[in-house]
Protein backbone atom coordinates (compact mmCIF):
# COMPACT_ATOMS: atom_id res chain seq x y z
CA UNK A 1 0.00 0.00 0.00
CA UNK A 2 3.21 2.68 0.66
CA UNK A 3 3.02 5.29 -2.44
CA UNK A 4 -0.20 4.40 -4.26
CA UNK A 5 -3.76 4.66 -2.90
CA UNK A 6 -6.54 3.18 -4.61
CA UNK A 7 -10.27 2.81 -4.79
CA UNK A 8 -11.78 -0.60 -5.74
CA UNK A 9 -12.26 0.37 -8.80
CA UNK A 10 -8.67 1.19 -9.12
CA UNK A 11 -8.45 5.06 -9.78
CA UNK A 12 -6.60 6.72 -7.25
CA UNK A 13 -7.14 8.80 -4.28
CA UNK A 14 -5.60 12.12 -3.12
CA UNK A 15 -2.21 11.20 -1.54
CA UNK A 16 -2.34 12.41 2.21
CA UNK A 17 0.27 15.44 3.68
CA UNK A 18 0.44 13.44 7.04
CA UNK A 19 -0.22 9.72 5.03
CA UNK A 20 2.72 8.04 7.17
CA UNK A 21 0.64 9.09 10.35
CA UNK A 22 -2.38 8.08 9.36
CA UNK A 23 -1.70 4.60 7.82
CA UNK A 24 -0.16 4.49 11.88
CA UNK A 25 -2.69 5.66 13.85
CA UNK A 26 -5.28 3.04 11.49
CA UNK A 27 -3.57 0.75 13.64
CA UNK A 28 -4.47 1.78 17.16
CA UNK A 29 -7.86 2.43 16.47
CA UNK A 30 -7.86 -0.79 15.33
CA UNK A 31 -6.29 -2.04 18.86
CA UNK A 32 -9.16 0.03 20.82
CA UNK A 33 -11.26 -2.65 17.95
CA UNK A 34 -10.17 -5.70 19.77
CA UNK A 35 -7.99 -4.44 22.77
CA UNK A 36 -4.32 -5.74 21.28
CA UNK A 37 -2.11 -3.84 19.82
CA UNK A 38 -0.66 -2.47 16.25
CA UNK A 39 1.93 -0.97 14.97
CA UNK A 40 3.24 0.66 11.07
CA UNK A 41 2.80 -1.32 8.41
CA UNK A 42 6.22 -0.27 7.51
CA UNK A 43 8.03 -1.29 10.51
CA UNK A 44 10.63 -4.32 10.69
CA UNK A 45 9.37 -6.48 13.87
CA UNK A 46 11.88 -5.70 16.76
CA UNK A 47 12.45 -8.12 19.96
CA UNK A 48 14.77 -6.23 22.79
CA UNK A 49 16.90 -7.80 24.93
CA UNK A 50 14.56 -6.32 28.26
CA UNK A 51 10.91 -7.35 26.47
CA UNK A 52 12.25 -10.66 23.81
CA UNK A 53 8.75 -11.23 23.07
CA UNK A 54 7.06 -7.69 22.55
CA UNK A 55 6.40 -7.79 18.40
CA UNK A 56 6.57 -4.15 17.11
CA UNK A 57 5.01 -5.03 14.13
CA UNK A 58 1.54 -6.11 13.06
CA UNK A 59 1.63 -7.58 9.76
CA UNK A 60 1.87 -11.53 10.57
CA UNK A 61 -1.30 -10.50 13.24
CA UNK A 62 -3.27 -9.04 10.06
CA UNK A 63 -2.53 -12.00 7.93
CA UNK A 64 -3.10 -14.68 11.45
CA UNK A 65 -6.57 -12.34 12.09
CA UNK A 66 -7.81 -12.23 8.63
CA UNK A 67 -7.28 -16.04 7.72
CA UNK A 68 -8.35 -18.29 11.00
CA UNK A 69 -11.29 -15.90 11.27
CA UNK A 70 -12.88 -15.46 8.13
CA UNK A 71 -16.61 -15.03 9.76
CA UNK A 72 -18.13 -12.51 9.71
CA UNK A 73 -18.84 -10.85 13.22
CA UNK A 74 -22.55 -10.34 14.29
CA UNK A 75 -23.98 -6.93 14.65
CA UNK A 76 -25.91 -5.06 17.17
CA UNK A 77 -29.01 -4.70 16.21
CA UNK A 78 -29.40 -1.30 14.58
CA UNK A 79 -33.26 0.22 15.09
CA UNK A 80 -34.14 3.38 15.86
CA UNK A 81 -34.00 4.21 19.93
CA UNK A 82 -37.31 4.71 21.74
CA UNK A 83 -37.70 6.99 24.78
CA UNK A 84 -38.38 3.72 26.76
CA UNK A 85 -35.34 2.17 24.77
CA UNK A 86 -32.86 4.69 26.58
CA UNK A 87 -34.83 4.52 30.02
CA UNK A 88 -34.77 1.33 30.27
CA UNK A 89 -30.84 1.55 29.90
CA UNK A 90 -30.66 5.04 32.15
CA UNK A 91 -32.15 2.53 34.82
CA UNK A 92 -29.63 -0.15 34.45
CA UNK A 93 -26.94 2.37 34.47
CA UNK A 94 -28.19 3.82 37.62
CA UNK A 95 -28.24 0.55 39.20
CA UNK A 96 -24.85 -0.46 38.45
CA UNK A 97 -23.64 3.11 39.18
CA UNK A 98 -25.07 2.68 42.98
CA UNK A 99 -23.58 -0.96 43.28
CA UNK A 100 -20.64 0.65 42.80
CA UNK A 101 -20.94 3.53 45.01
CA UNK A 102 -21.74 2.64 47.93
CA UNK A 103 -20.99 -1.64 47.75
CA UNK A 104 -17.17 -1.61 45.58
CA UNK A 105 -14.53 -1.32 48.78
CA UNK A 106 -11.59 -1.62 46.92
CA UNK A 107 -9.03 0.83 48.44
CA UNK A 108 -7.61 0.96 44.03
CA UNK A 109 -9.72 1.99 41.42
CA UNK A 110 -12.04 -0.31 39.19
CA UNK A 111 -10.77 -0.95 35.95
CA UNK A 112 -12.05 1.19 33.29
CA UNK A 113 -14.82 -0.81 31.51
CA UNK A 114 -15.22 -0.12 27.69
CA UNK A 115 -18.57 -1.64 25.39
CA UNK A 116 -17.43 -2.09 21.81
CA UNK A 117 -20.38 -1.53 19.54
CA UNK A 118 -20.18 -4.49 16.92
CA UNK A 119 -21.02 -2.76 14.02
CA UNK A 120 -22.06 -4.31 10.39
CA UNK A 121 -19.07 -6.01 8.90
CA UNK A 122 -18.84 -3.27 5.68
CA UNK A 123 -18.30 -0.64 8.39
CA UNK A 124 -15.04 -2.77 9.75
CA UNK A 125 -14.18 -6.17 8.97
CA UNK A 126 -14.95 -5.82 5.41
CA UNK A 127 -12.69 -2.65 4.80
CA UNK A 128 -9.88 -4.61 6.69
CA UNK A 129 -9.67 -7.38 3.74
CA UNK A 130 -9.42 -4.05 1.67
CA UNK A 131 -6.81 -2.58 3.89
CA UNK A 132 -4.74 -5.89 5.79
CA UNK A 133 -3.78 -2.84 8.75
CA UNK A 134 -5.27 -5.46 12.17
CA UNK A 135 -4.09 -7.57 15.09
CA UNK A 136 -4.95 -10.29 16.98
CA UNK A 137 -7.90 -10.31 20.09
CA UNK A 138 -5.29 -11.10 22.50
CA UNK A 139 -5.88 -13.49 25.11
CA UNK A 140 -6.56 -12.60 28.99
CA UNK A 141 -3.46 -14.71 29.66
CA UNK A 142 -1.50 -12.70 27.08
CA UNK A 143 -2.77 -9.03 28.21
CA UNK A 144 -0.14 -7.13 30.22
CA UNK A 145 -2.90 -4.38 31.01
CA UNK A 146 -5.68 -5.07 33.59
CA UNK A 147 -6.85 -1.54 34.03
CA UNK A 148 -9.26 -2.15 31.08
CA UNK A 149 -11.60 -4.22 30.13
CA UNK A 150 -14.04 -5.38 27.34
CA UNK A 151 -17.97 -5.57 28.89
CA UNK A 152 -20.54 -7.30 26.91
CA UNK A 153 -23.60 -5.58 28.30
CA UNK A 154 -23.86 -1.51 27.83
CA UNK A 155 -25.16 -0.53 30.78
CA UNK A 156 -21.58 -1.85 32.64
CA UNK A 157 -19.67 0.39 30.29
CA UNK A 158 -18.03 3.45 31.08
CA UNK A 159 -17.33 4.15 27.77
CA UNK A 160 -18.81 2.86 24.52
CA UNK A 161 -16.15 2.36 21.31
CA UNK A 162 -17.08 2.75 17.51
CA UNK A 163 -15.13 0.31 15.81
CA UNK A 164 -15.41 2.24 12.49
CA UNK A 165 -12.46 3.10 10.44
CA UNK A 166 -13.24 6.22 8.69
CA UNK A 167 -9.80 6.44 6.91
CA UNK A 168 -9.96 3.30 5.66
CA UNK A 169 -13.17 4.05 3.89
CA UNK A 170 -11.40 7.89 2.62
CA UNK A 171 -8.75 5.78 1.27
CA UNK A 172 -9.81 3.24 -0.72
CA UNK A 173 -13.39 3.84 -1.37
CA UNK A 174 -14.56 6.57 -4.50
CA UNK A 175 -15.74 10.12 -2.96
CA UNK A 176 -19.72 8.88 -2.85
CA UNK A 177 -19.35 5.78 -2.20
CA UNK A 178 -16.79 7.10 0.96
CA UNK A 179 -19.67 9.77 1.91
CA UNK A 180 -22.67 7.30 1.61
CA UNK A 181 -20.53 4.98 3.92
CA UNK A 182 -20.18 7.78 6.47
CA UNK A 183 -23.75 8.67 6.42
CA UNK A 184 -24.88 4.75 6.70
CA UNK A 185 -22.07 4.47 10.03
CA UNK A 186 -23.58 7.82 11.28
CA UNK A 187 -27.16 6.43 11.27
CA UNK A 188 -26.46 3.00 12.70
CA UNK A 189 -24.48 4.67 16.01
CA UNK A 190 -26.89 7.46 16.53
CA UNK A 191 -29.60 4.81 16.67
CA UNK A 192 -28.54 3.47 19.57
CA UNK A 193 -29.60 3.67 22.83
CA UNK A 194 -26.41 4.45 23.96
CA UNK A 195 -25.85 7.35 21.97
CA UNK A 196 -29.04 8.82 22.97
CA UNK A 197 -28.70 8.44 26.37
CA UNK A 198 -25.89 10.63 26.40
CA UNK A 199 -25.87 12.26 23.57
CA UNK A 200 -22.26 10.66 22.20
CA UNK A 201 -20.11 11.88 25.22
CA UNK A 202 -19.46 8.46 26.36
CA UNK A 203 -18.32 7.05 22.94
CA UNK A 204 -14.76 7.31 21.36
CA UNK A 205 -14.64 7.61 17.84
CA UNK A 206 -11.28 7.35 15.91
CA UNK A 207 -10.89 10.72 13.39
CA UNK A 208 -7.51 9.55 12.21
CA UNK A 209 -6.88 12.54 9.05
CA UNK A 210 -8.02 15.61 9.31
CA UNK A 211 -9.87 14.86 6.14
CA UNK A 212 -11.89 11.63 7.38
CA UNK A 213 -15.36 11.56 8.07
CA UNK A 214 -15.32 15.09 7.32
CA UNK A 215 -18.89 15.28 5.87
CA UNK A 216 -20.56 13.85 8.83
CA UNK A 217 -18.61 14.54 11.80
CA UNK A 218 -20.32 18.04 12.82
CA UNK A 219 -23.42 15.11 14.35
CA UNK A 220 -20.64 13.29 16.33
CA UNK A 221 -19.05 16.48 18.02
CA UNK A 222 -19.59 15.54 21.74
CA UNK A 223 -18.13 12.21 21.52
CA UNK A 224 -14.43 11.55 22.31
CA UNK A 225 -12.11 11.87 19.08
CA UNK A 226 -9.12 10.00 18.99
CA UNK A 227 -6.75 12.53 16.61
CA UNK A 228 -3.39 12.86 15.11
CA UNK A 229 -3.38 17.13 15.44
CA UNK A 230 -5.67 19.54 17.12
CA UNK A 231 -4.95 22.33 14.72
CA UNK A 232 -6.70 25.33 15.84
CA UNK A 233 -5.95 27.82 12.74
CA UNK A 234 -9.44 26.58 11.81
CA UNK A 235 -7.83 24.92 8.62
CA UNK A 236 -8.53 21.45 9.41
CA UNK A 237 -11.52 21.06 11.76
CA UNK A 238 -14.22 23.74 12.60
CA UNK A 239 -14.67 25.55 15.93
CA UNK A 240 -16.30 23.82 18.48
CA UNK A 241 -15.47 20.34 17.32
CA UNK A 242 -12.23 19.23 19.17
CA UNK A 243 -10.84 20.03 22.47
CA UNK A 244 -8.36 18.97 24.97
CA UNK A 245 -11.12 18.81 27.60
CA UNK A 246 -13.06 16.31 25.31
CA UNK A 247 -10.24 14.36 23.03
CA UNK A 248 -7.03 12.54 23.28
CA UNK A 249 -4.09 13.19 20.72
CA UNK A 250 -2.31 9.90 20.21
CA UNK A 251 1.37 9.98 19.02
CA UNK A 252 2.17 8.93 15.35
CA UNK A 253 3.77 5.47 15.24
CA UNK A 254 7.59 6.35 14.66
CA UNK A 255 8.72 5.43 11.06
CA UNK A 256 12.60 4.76 12.07
CA UNK A 257 13.87 1.50 14.42
CA UNK A 258 14.12 1.91 18.23
CA UNK A 259 17.68 3.01 18.93
CA UNK A 260 18.00 0.89 22.14
CA UNK A 261 20.26 1.20 25.12
CA UNK A 262 23.16 -0.81 23.37
CA UNK A 263 22.36 1.42 20.19
CA UNK A 264 22.26 4.37 21.70
CA UNK A 265 25.45 3.90 24.04
CA UNK A 266 27.22 3.19 20.31
CA UNK A 267 26.15 5.92 18.51
CA UNK A 268 27.01 8.76 21.69
CA UNK A 269 30.54 9.59 20.10
CA UNK A 270 29.06 9.61 16.42
CA UNK A 271 26.95 12.64 16.93
CA UNK A 272 29.30 15.07 15.27
CA UNK A 273 26.29 17.01 13.60
CA UNK A 274 24.52 19.83 15.56
CA UNK A 275 21.28 20.00 14.21
CA UNK A 276 19.67 17.77 11.32
CA UNK A 277 16.51 18.16 9.53
CA UNK A 278 15.56 15.36 6.75
CA UNK A 279 11.68 16.03 5.09
CA UNK A 280 9.40 17.61 2.51
CA UNK A 281 10.86 20.75 2.70
CA UNK A 282 8.21 23.28 1.39
CA UNK A 283 4.57 22.76 2.90
CA UNK A 284 1.41 24.33 2.93
CA UNK A 285 -0.54 25.80 5.80
CA UNK A 286 1.43 26.22 8.92
CA UNK A 287 4.12 24.31 7.48
CA UNK A 288 5.33 27.74 5.43
CA UNK A 289 7.68 28.13 8.71
CA UNK A 290 10.17 25.37 7.11
CA UNK A 291 10.91 27.12 4.23
CA UNK A 292 11.95 30.15 5.98
CA UNK A 293 13.99 28.03 8.19
CA UNK A 294 15.86 26.44 5.28
CA UNK A 295 16.65 29.86 4.03
CA UNK A 296 18.51 30.97 7.51
CA UNK A 297 19.99 27.47 8.42
CA UNK A 298 21.38 26.30 5.26
CA UNK A 299 24.80 25.95 4.66
CA UNK A 300 25.74 26.35 8.42
CA UNK A 301 28.37 24.52 10.22
CA UNK A 302 27.29 21.36 11.78
CA UNK A 303 23.57 21.76 10.22
CA UNK A 304 22.30 19.08 7.86
CA UNK A 305 19.46 20.46 5.96
CA UNK A 306 17.96 17.68 3.30
CA UNK A 307 15.06 17.32 1.24
CA UNK A 308 13.24 14.15 2.25
CA UNK A 309 12.53 11.19 0.38
CA UNK A 310 10.22 7.96 0.15
CA UNK A 311 10.79 4.49 0.34
CA UNK A 312 13.76 2.52 2.44
CA UNK A 313 16.58 4.56 1.10
CA UNK A 314 14.90 7.98 2.25
CA UNK A 315 14.43 5.87 5.74
CA UNK A 316 17.77 4.78 5.89
CA UNK A 317 19.06 8.58 5.68
CA UNK A 318 16.71 9.85 7.96
CA UNK A 319 17.85 7.14 10.53
CA UNK A 320 21.55 7.53 10.01
CA UNK A 321 21.14 11.50 10.08
CA UNK A 322 19.07 11.26 13.25
CA UNK A 323 21.89 8.85 14.92
CA UNK A 324 24.50 10.87 13.76
CA UNK A 325 22.86 14.31 15.45
CA UNK A 326 22.51 15.80 18.87
CA UNK A 327 19.60 17.91 17.98
CA UNK A 328 16.49 17.01 15.09
CA UNK A 329 14.63 19.86 14.20
CA UNK A 330 10.91 19.10 14.14
CA UNK A 331 8.94 22.16 12.37
CA UNK A 332 5.08 22.23 11.44
CA UNK A 333 3.93 20.27 8.77
CA UNK A 334 0.71 21.19 6.80
CA UNK A 335 -0.61 20.25 10.42
CA UNK A 336 0.97 21.42 13.40
CA UNK A 337 2.64 17.48 14.35
CA UNK A 338 5.22 15.90 12.66
CA UNK A 339 6.17 12.55 12.28
CA UNK A 340 9.80 13.57 12.90
CA UNK A 341 9.27 14.74 16.67
CA UNK A 342 8.71 10.69 17.54
CA UNK A 343 11.37 9.54 14.98
CA UNK A 344 14.00 11.93 16.63
CA UNK A 345 12.83 10.49 20.20
CA UNK A 346 13.34 6.76 19.69
CA UNK A 347 16.57 7.84 17.90
CA UNK A 348 18.16 9.65 21.26
CA UNK A 349 18.36 12.91 18.95
CA UNK A 350 17.01 16.06 21.07
CA UNK A 351 13.65 17.07 19.18
CA UNK A 352 13.77 21.34 18.62
CA UNK A 353 9.97 22.06 18.43
CA UNK A 354 9.34 25.13 15.65
CA UNK A 355 5.46 24.66 16.30
CA UNK A 356 3.46 27.17 17.79
CA UNK A 357 -0.03 25.39 17.57
CA UNK A 358 1.08 22.27 18.14
CA UNK A 359 -0.32 19.92 21.20
CA UNK A 360 1.18 16.67 22.19
CA UNK A 361 0.10 13.48 22.96
CA UNK A 362 -0.23 12.69 26.49
CA UNK A 363 1.09 15.70 28.06
CA UNK A 364 -1.16 15.34 31.18
CA UNK A 365 1.37 12.12 32.02
CA UNK A 366 4.64 13.29 30.36
CA UNK A 367 6.14 16.38 30.66
CA UNK A 368 7.85 17.00 27.27
CA UNK A 369 10.05 19.99 28.35
CA UNK A 370 12.42 16.94 29.84
CA UNK A 371 12.94 15.56 26.59
CA UNK A 372 12.63 18.94 23.60
CA UNK A 373 13.33 22.13 23.51
CA UNK A 374 10.12 24.60 22.11
CA UNK A 375 11.51 27.45 19.98
CA UNK A 376 8.81 29.85 18.57
CA UNK A 377 8.86 30.49 15.01
CA UNK A 378 9.14 34.01 15.22
CA UNK A 379 12.33 33.50 17.42
CA UNK A 380 13.71 30.52 15.29
CA UNK A 381 14.06 32.93 11.78
CA UNK A 382 15.95 35.89 13.46
CA UNK A 383 19.30 35.57 12.23
CA UNK A 384 21.45 33.78 14.01
CA UNK A 385 19.11 33.32 16.82
CA UNK A 386 18.79 29.78 16.62
CA UNK A 387 21.79 27.96 16.38
CA UNK A 388 23.17 30.69 19.23
CA UNK A 389 20.23 28.75 21.15
CA UNK A 390 20.95 25.68 20.86
CA UNK A 391 25.01 25.97 21.05
CA UNK A 392 24.14 27.63 24.70
CA UNK A 393 23.07 24.32 26.21
CA UNK A 394 25.50 22.64 28.14
CA UNK A 395 27.09 19.13 27.54
CA UNK A 396 25.58 18.62 31.01
CA UNK A 397 21.65 19.80 29.83
CA UNK A 398 22.77 17.34 26.89
CA UNK A 399 23.68 14.67 28.23
CA UNK A 400 20.26 14.58 31.38
CA UNK A 401 18.08 15.55 28.75
CA UNK A 402 19.24 12.51 26.15
CA UNK A 403 19.11 10.23 28.91
CA UNK A 404 15.42 11.24 29.48
CA UNK A 405 15.23 10.31 26.12
CA UNK A 406 16.10 6.79 26.43
CA UNK A 407 13.63 6.64 29.49
CA UNK A 408 10.62 8.17 27.67
CA UNK A 409 11.04 6.55 24.37
CA UNK A 410 8.98 2.86 25.89
CA UNK A 411 5.74 5.44 25.50
CA UNK A 412 5.72 5.50 22.29
CA UNK A 413 6.67 2.15 20.54
CA UNK A 414 2.87 0.21 20.25
CA UNK A 415 3.60 -3.32 20.51
CA UNK A 416 1.80 -7.17 20.69
CA UNK A 417 0.92 -7.49 23.45
CA UNK A 418 0.55 -3.81 25.06
CA UNK A 419 3.12 -2.76 27.62
CA UNK A 420 2.55 -1.16 31.28
CA UNK A 421 3.47 2.79 30.37
CA UNK A 422 3.60 2.11 26.52
CA UNK A 423 1.06 4.47 24.41
CA UNK A 424 -1.39 2.00 25.00
CA UNK A 425 -1.39 2.18 28.34
CA UNK A 426 -1.28 5.98 28.54
CA UNK A 427 -4.46 6.10 26.06
CA UNK A 428 -6.80 4.46 29.06
CA UNK A 429 -5.23 6.52 31.73
CA UNK A 430 -5.85 9.68 30.40
CA UNK A 431 -9.26 8.39 29.26
CA UNK A 432 -9.62 7.34 33.21
CA UNK A 433 -8.79 11.53 33.60
CA UNK A 434 -11.90 12.07 31.75
CA UNK A 435 -14.50 9.98 32.60
CA UNK A 436 -15.60 12.54 35.75
CA UNK A 437 -16.32 15.43 33.61
CA UNK A 438 -17.91 13.24 30.69
CA UNK A 439 -20.32 11.45 33.56
CA UNK A 440 -21.03 15.16 34.68
CA UNK A 441 -21.81 16.90 31.61
CA UNK A 442 -24.04 13.48 30.20
CA UNK A 443 -26.14 13.62 33.72
CA UNK A 444 -26.11 17.63 33.51
CA UNK A 445 -27.69 17.24 30.14
CA UNK A 446 -30.13 14.66 30.94
CA UNK A 447 -31.98 17.01 33.92
CA UNK A 448 -31.76 20.65 32.28
CA UNK A 449 -34.89 22.49 31.36
CA UNK A 450 -35.51 23.77 28.30
CA UNK A 451 -35.06 27.32 28.79
CA UNK A 452 -31.88 27.10 30.64
CA UNK A 453 -28.24 27.99 28.76
CA UNK A 454 -27.46 24.27 28.65
CA UNK A 455 -24.46 24.46 26.55
CA UNK A 456 -21.29 24.32 28.72
CA UNK A 457 -18.13 24.35 26.48
CA UNK A 458 -15.03 25.48 26.49
CA UNK A 459 -14.12 26.98 22.73
CA UNK A 460 -12.87 30.19 23.92
CA UNK A 461 -9.09 29.03 25.01
CA UNK A 462 -6.15 30.69 25.07
CA UNK A 463 -3.89 30.14 21.94
CA UNK A 464 -1.28 27.48 22.44
CA UNK A 465 2.39 29.64 22.59
CA UNK A 466 4.97 27.63 22.85
CA UNK A 467 8.12 29.34 23.29
CA UNK A 468 11.82 28.78 25.63
CA UNK A 469 10.38 31.29 28.00
CA UNK A 470 6.65 29.16 28.11
Not at 313 to 342: E, H, I, N, W, Y
Amino acid sequence: MAGRHYSITGNPRPRSPILLFTLSLLALSILFYIFSVATSPRAVPIRTSQNPNVDYSFVDSLEKFLTSDPHRPRADPASLASESDVKKLDDLVWKRETQRLYHDTSPLPSAIRVYVYEMPAKFTYDLLWLFRNTDLIAPESERVLKHVVRVRRQEDADLFYIPFFTTISFFLLEKQQCKALYREALKWVTDQPAWNRSEGRDHILPVHHPWSFKSVRRYMKNAIWLLPDMDSTGNWYKPGQVSLEKDLILPYVPNLDFCDATCLSENQSKRSTLLFFRGRLKRNAGGKIRAKLVAELSGAKDVVIQEGSAGEAGKAAAQSGMRRSVFCLSPAGDTPSSARLFDAIVSGCIPVIVSDELELPFEGILDYRKIALFVSSSDAVQPGSLLTYLKSVSPAQIRETQTNLAKYSRHFLYSHPAQLMGPEDLVWRMMAGKLVNVKLHTRRSQRVVKESRRLCTCDCKRANVTGPDH
